[in-house]
C-alpha cells in the first residue's frame, strides 16, 4: 500500500551553520512517521513538500495525505483510492475531478477545536475588556482608565453551526457565564430570529453552496448595534463588502476576523485599518499539537480504511463536509 503524505519533514527544521531553527507545527516527525508505520506492516510512506514532486508520485499511490494546499491535482493518480486532509476544511480538496472520481475523501474534523474554540474566547475578551483601546493607549504612554468596559457573563452568545468546534466555543462561553444559543446546519431558518437576541454571533459553519454568503447586509441589519461578529468558520460565509459596511455604518460594533474572502487579505482591504476589527490569518487551529492530532485522526482513518470499514471522517462529496 503506497502512501504519499504531502508535508515538510523534520529534516528541513535541523540544525544549519550551527543555528537552531524552530520547528513548526506542521513539520513530519519520525514519530509521526513510526505511528503511521505502526498501523500496518506494507505501508511504504513517501513525504514530500515539492508540488512537482508530489504529482510525479501521486502517480502511483494508493492513499495521498496532506494539507489541502499541498494535495495535488489526481488526474494522474490511476491508484488512487483515497485522500485525507489533515484540516478540516474541503473547499480546496473537493475539486470537480475529485467529486467525479471513485476516491473515498476524509477530513480531520474535531482535531482543531480545543484552540479554536480558545480564539474566539480571545476575540470576546479582547472586545470586552477593551483590550483594542488599552494597546493603543500603551503606544502612546497614555495612563486612561476605560469606562467603557464590560463583562462576558450574562451576554447571549449565538453560535452558528454547532459541530466540534461550535460545540466546544459553547462549552467555554457556558463556563464564561453566557447563554449560550446555537442554530445547527439543518436548522439555519432559525438563524434571523436568533440574530437580535445575540452580543456575539460565532459563525462556525463550513463553505459550501448553501452558506456561501450566509451573512449579509440584510442579516447584520438584524443583529444589534451592539453586537460583535466572529467568522472563524471560512471567509466565503461572509459578502465581505456587506461587512465592511455594516462595521463603518456601525450597524454592528466589531469583528473578529480569522478568515476573510480572500485569502491573503489584501493589503487595500479597508478591513486592515478598522479601529473595531481584529485580524489573525487564519491561523486559529495552529496549535503545538496540530500535526499529532492530525496524524492520530490519519491513523484512525487509516485502520478503518484497511480493513474496509467506513471512514469516520468520510466527507460527503455532495454536501462538502
Same mark, same amino acid.
Given at each position: 500500500?503506497?502512501?504519499?503524505?504531502?508535508?515538510?519533514?523534520?529534516?528541513?527544521?535541523?540544525?544549519?551553520?550551527?543555528?537552531?531553527?524552530?520547528?513548526?507545527?506542521?513539520?513530519?516527525?519520525?514519530?509521526?512517521?513510526?505511528?503511521?508505520?505502526?498501523?500496518? $506492516?506494507?505501508?511504504?510512506?513517501?513525504?514530500?513538500?515539492?508540488?512537482?514532486?508530489?504529482?510525479?508520485?501521486?502517480?502511483?499511490?494508493?492513499?495521498?495525505?496532506?494539507?489541502?494546499?499541498?494535495?495535488?491535482?489526481?488526474?494522474?493518480?490511476?491508484?488512487?483510492?483515497?485522500?485525507?486532509?489533515?484540516?478540516?476544511?474541503?473547499?480546496?480538496?473537493?475539486?470537480?475531478?475529485?467529486?467525479?472520481?471513485?476516491?473515498?475523501?476524509?477530513?480531520?474534523?474535531?482535531?482543531?477545536?480545543?484552540?479554536?474554540?480558545?480564539?474566539?474566547?480571545?476575540?470576546?475578551?479582547?472586545?470586552?475588556?477593551?483590550?483594542?483601546?488599552?494597546?493603543?493607549?500603551?503606544?502612546?504612554?497614555?495612563?486612561?482608565?476605560?469606562?467603557?468596559?464590560?463583562?462576558?457573563?450574562?451576554?447571549?452568545?449565538?453560535?452558528?453551526?454547532?459541530?466540534?468546534?461550535?460545540?466546544?466555543?459553547?462549552?467555554?462561553?457556558?463556563?464564561?457565564?453566557?447563554?449560550?444559543?446555537?442554530?445547527?446546519?439543518?436548522?439555519?431558518?432559525?438563524?434571523?430570529?436568533?440574530?437580535?437576541?445575540?452580543?456575539?454571533?460565532?459563525?462556525?459553519?463550513?463553505?459550501?453552496?448553501?452558506?456561501?454568503?450566509?451573512?449579509?447586509?440584510?442579516?447584520?441589519?438584524?443583529? $444589534?448595534?451592539?453586537?460583535?461578529?466572529?467568522?472563524?468558520?471560512?471567509?466565503?460565509?461572509?459578502?465581505?463588502?456587506?461587512?465592511?459596511?455594516?462595521?463603518? $455604518?456601525?450597524?454592528?460594533?466589531?469583528?473578529?476576523?480569522?478568515?476573510?474572502?480572500?485569502?491573503?487579505?489584501?493589503?487595500?482591504?479597508?478591513?486592515?485599518?478598522?479601529?473595531?476589527?481584529?485580524?489573525?490569518?487564519?491561523?486559529?487551529?495552529?496549535?503545538?499539537?496540530?500535526?499529532?492530532?492530525?496524524?492520530?485522526?490519519?491513523?484512525?482513518?487509516?485502520?478503518?480504511?484497511?480493513?474496509?470499514?467506513?471512514?469516520?471522517?468520510?466527507?460527503?462529496?455532495?454536501?462538502?463536509?
Amino acid at each position: 500500500m503506497k502512501i504519499l503524505i504531502c508535508a515538510y519533514q523534520e529534516a528541513v527544521n535541523k540544525q544549519k551553520a550551527g543555528k537552531k531553527i524552530m520547528t513548526s507545527p506542521r513539520v513530519l516527525t519520525k514519530k509521526h512517521i513510526q505511528r503511521i508505520k505502526a498501523v500496518a $506492516k506494507d505501508l511504504e510512506i513517501t513525504v514530500t513538500a515539492n508540488p512537482k514532486e508530489a504529482l510525479r508520485y501521486a502517480a502511483d499511490a494508493d492513499i495521498i495525505a496532506g494539507f489541502p494546499r499541498t494535495i495535488p491535482a489526481i488526474g494522474r493518480a490511476r491508484d488512487l483510492k483515497w485522500i485525507h486532509s489533515f484540516s478540516a476544511g474541503m473547499d480546496r480538496v473537493l475539486t470537480p475531478e475529485v467529486i467525479k472520481s471513485p476516491v473515498l475523501v476524509s477530513n480531520s474534523s474535531g482535531i482543531a477545536k480545543t484552540p479554536i474554540a480558545e480564539h474566539v474566547m480571545g476575540y470576546m475578551l479582547i472586545f470586552s475588556r477593551g483590550f483594542l483601546r488599552s494597546l493603543e493607549n500603551q503606544k502612546k504612554h497614555l495612563w486612561k482608565r476605560d469606562e467603557t468596559l464590560t463583562e462576558l457573563r450574562g451576554k447571549t452568545v449565538l453560535i452558528v453551526g454547532l459541530g466540534n468546534i461550535g460545540g466546544e466555543v459553547a462549552r467555554l462561553a457556558h463556563a464564561f457565564g453566557c447563554q449560550v444559543i446555537a442554530v445547527t446546519r439543518k436548522k439555519s431558518s432559525m438563524l434571523d430570529r436568533m440574530l437580535p437576541k445575540a452580543d456575539f454571533v460565532i459563525s462556525c459553519l463550513p463553505h459550501t453552496k448553501e452558506t456561501h454568503h450566509l451573512f449579509t447586509a440584510a442579516r447584520f441589519r438584524k443583529m $444589534k448595534p451592539s453586537a460583535i461578529f466572529v467568522n472563524i468558520g471560512r471567509g466565503g460565509l461572509v459578502r465581505e463588502k456587506d461587512l465592511i459596511a455594516a462595521l463603518k $455604518k456601525k450597524i454592528i460594533a466589531g469583528a473578529g476576523l480569522d478568515v476573510t474572502e480572500t485569502e491573503p487579505l489584501p493589503p487595500a482591504s479597508p478591513l486592515w485599518s478598522m479601529p473595531n476589527v481584529i485580524i489573525t490569518p487564519h491561523h486559529s487551529a495552529t496549535s503545538e499539537y496540530s500535526l499529532d492530532r492530525s496524524v492520530d485522526r490519519f491513523c484512525l482513518n487509516l485502520k478503518a480504511f484497511l480493513i474496509g470499514d467506513r471512514l469516520p471522517n468520510l466527507v460527503d462529496k455532495k454536501l462538502g463536509y
